[in-house]
């Protein structure tokens, strides 16, 4: 059992830069995939970001890669998404989720996307951007 919980949200304008963060509690936190989400009012929870158990691996959605970096510390039973060159079209509720197939596959792919694969989600945090 993994508890997630987000922080870090805010409304900046574009172009400005956030840096989310997802600490976990429980144990075994270095043995799961992490992955970040986004939600926009009336949309799909849509992938943005996931990193292998060791870090080592990373995947990023076409819309944020370049702009998103996705890093964690597994002392510290932390994953970060630092977003940069944030556009309008970036905001949403961020969610960070915890993948369970981590202990198996030390890497992240395609495969990494389906939000349905992690068993375990945080409450989510706010992210605006005025144009």
């Known amino acids: 059992q993994v508890q997630l919980v987000e922080s870090g949200g805010g409304l900046v304008q574009t172009g400005a830069s956030l840096r989310l963060s997802c600490v976990a509690s429980?144990?075994?936190?270095?043995?799961?995939?992490m992955g970040w989400f986004r939600q926009g009012p009336g949309q799909d929870r849509e992938f943005v970001a996931a990193?292998?158990?060791?870090?080592?691996?990373?995947y990023y959605a076409h819309s944020v890669k370049g702009r998103f970096t996705i890093s964690r510390d597994n002392a510290k039973n932390t994953v970060h998404l630092q977003m940069n060159s944030l556009k309008p079209e970036d905001a949403g509720v961020y969610y960070c989720?915890?993948?369970?197939?981590?202990?198996?596959?030390?890497?992240?792919?395609?495969?990494?996307?389906?939000?349905?694969?992690?068993?375990?989600w945080g409450q989510g945090t706010q992210v605006n951007v005025s144009s």
């Open positions: 990193t292998s158990r060791s870090g080592g691996s990373t």
């Open positions: 989720a915890a993948d369970p197939r981590g202990a198996v596959i030390d890497t992240v792919s395609s495969s990494s996307v389906d939000p349905y694969e992690y068993d375990y």
């Open positions: 429980g144990r075994s936190f270095s043995t799961y995939t």
